[in-house]
């Protein structure tokens, strides 16, 4: 059985339907990713996930838990986090204290395995997370949702809007955050640094699903190959 399952997701906002019937899997301790490029829905399917949107029809079950009615604090409770695109980040307050918010009930529990994880961090607890470089909010989004102890992480475009020499950081990071034994779903438009660190993936296009398999096999395959990577397989 899959961590997370999902199953005939339909999402709409007010009469136009922006997700039909979306099937899709994360394997324990697996990454997925999600392609498409903008406006093909990979933010509301994300968000239905995280029940900040809600299924006009269909299932998502979380280690066998159907929690498609559930809000979004009680997800949260059951383990399941999402780093949200755009780093929405609480600029005023310091990095310390965005990281205390998303301990939550866990208080600071997971503090040191977490700036293990972002040494880089942990040498700006105390500034201001609003002037920290794009890279390193990007970190602290992350790092952020990682404090509640999360079982599956969410990463919506983690790498939009970086600086190219922060892209391939984000996505080891990832990598590495795999290793400590999560599963991640991540969404992103770049193609390339997504499938080099996948399991698995698919290819979202106008709100269904219209390609999905392993992410080395779709690496090769050549119309992702046109579409997503500039006509150059070996990129990978």
Same mark, same amino acid.
């Given at each position: 059985? +899959?961590?997370?399952?999902? &199953?005939?997701? *339909?999402?709409?906002?007010?009469?136009?339907? %922006?997700?039909?019937?979306?099937?899709?899997?994360?394997?324990?301790?697996?990454?997925?990713? /999600?392609?498409? +490029?903008?406006?093909?829905?990979?933010? *509301?399917?994300? &968000?239905?996930?995280?029940?900040?949107?809600?299924?006009?029809?269909? *299932?998502?079950?979380?280690?066998?838990?159907?929690? *498609?009615?559930?809000?979004?604090?009680?997800? /949260?409770?059951?383990?399941?986090?999402?780093?949200? !695109?755009?780093?929405?980040?609480?600029?005023?307050?310091?990095?310390?204290?965005?990281?205390?918010?998303? #301990?939550?009930?866990?208080?600071? @529990?997971?503090?040191?395995?977490?700036? =293990? $994880?972002?040494?880089?961090?942990? !040498?700006?607890?105390?500034? /201001?997370?609003?002037?920290?470089?794009?890279?390193?909010?990007?970190? $602290?989004?992350?790092?952020?949702?990682?404090? @509640?102890?999360?079982?599956?992480?969410?990463?919506?475009?983690?790498?939009?809007?970086? =600086?190219?020499?922060? /892209?391939?950081?984000?996505?080891?990071?990832?990598?590495?955050?795999?290793?400590?034994?999560?599963?991640?779903?991540?969404?992103?438009?770049?193609?390339?640094?997504?499938? &080099?660190?996948?399991?698995?993936?698919?290819?979202?296009?106008?709100?269904?699903?219209?390609?999905?398999?392993?992410? =080395?096999?779709?690496?090769?395959?050549?119309? %992702?190959?046109? @579409?997503?990577? #500039? #006509?150059?397989?070996?990129?990978?």
């Amino acid at each position: 059985m +899959s961590l997370l399952e999902i &199953r005939g997701l *339909t999402v709409a906002m007010g009469v136009q339907e %922006i997700l039909h019937g979306v099937d899709l899997d994360v394997p324990e301790r697996g990454i997925v990713a /999600v392609l498409g +490029s903008n406006g093909v829905g990979k933010t *509301t399917l994300m &968000r239905a996930i995280s029940g900040i949107y809600r299924a006009k029809a269909g *299932t998502i079950r979380f280690k066998g838990e159907d929690i *498609t009615r559930l809000k979004s604090n009680e997800i /949260v409770a059951r383990g399941l986090l999402q780093s949200p !695109e755009g780093r929405q980040i609480f600029s005023p307050m310091s990095v310390r204290e965005n990281l205390v918010i998303g #301990g939550g009930r866990h208080g600071l @529990a997971e503090l040191d395995r977490v700036l =293990a $994880l972002f040494p880089k961090l942990g !040498e700006r607890m105390g500034q /201001v997370a609003g002037s920290l470089s794009g890279g390193e909010q990007q970190m $602290l989004c992350i790092a952020r949702a990682l404090m @509640a102890k999360p079982s599956i992480l969410l990463l919506d475009e983690p790498s939009l809007g970086l =600086a190219p020499k922060f /892209v391939k950081g984000i996505f080891d990071l990832v990598s590495q955050i795999r290793q400590e034994g999560l599963s991640i779903l991540i969404v992103e438009q770049n193609a390339k640094a997504a499938l &080099r660190i996948a399991d698995r993936a698919a290819v979202l296009d106008g709100g269904r699903i219209i390609m999905e398999g392993e992410a =080395a096999a779709l690496a090769d395959d050549p119309r %992702i190959v046109e @579409a997503y990577l #500039g #006509g150059h397989a070996h990129a990978i």
